[in-house]
């Protein structure tokens, strides 16, 4: 993905990550990312352009609270193919989940749309963690 390719997350672009069990298929839960907002107890913008100038290496969302359904952070990287990256973490009583742990076998997917037609998409099926209190998974 390129950077253009992100949008601009600070000013306009709205970004839903969607997690769905695929055998249904059935959402489990989706976290939206505002543009232009203002996260935390001491507001600061939600939103940060990762680079020189801002945005050319990608864009970095923090809420300290995770007052969206549970988002704590998303960072987006571009790069050549299999090189950009996206990480998300959601966190805290705020996130929107299944109860833990998810039912095995796992088939899960994934996705990360924004409002300028971004689209990112993962497989899971074999998860790090997957207990009462924690999931954690790379993708497939």
Do not use: H
Not at 65 to 84: E, F, V, Y
């Amino acid at each position: 993905m390129t950077a253009d390719a992100l949008g601009e997350p600070t000013s306009t672009t709205r970004y839903a990550l969607c997690v769905y069990e695929t055998s249904g298929p059935t959402l489990l839960t989706r976290l939206d990312a505002a543009p232009d907002g203002l996260c935390g107890a001491n507001p600061q913008p939600c939103w940060k352009g990762l680079g020189n100038p801002a945005g050319s290496k990608g864009y970095q969302y923090k809420d300290p609270l995770q007052a969206t359904g549970g988002l704590a952070t998303l960072i987006l990287k571009p790069g050549d193919a299999g090189r950009s990256r996206i990480t998300v973490t959601g966190k805290k009583d705020n996130l929107v989940l299944p109860p833990l742990p998810l039912a095995e076998p796992l088939a899960l997917r994934a996705q990360l749309k924004s409002s300028v037609g971004f689209c990112a998409e993962a497989s899971y099926s074999i998860p790090i963690t997957n207990s009462a209190s924690a999931f954690r998974a790379m993708s497939d």
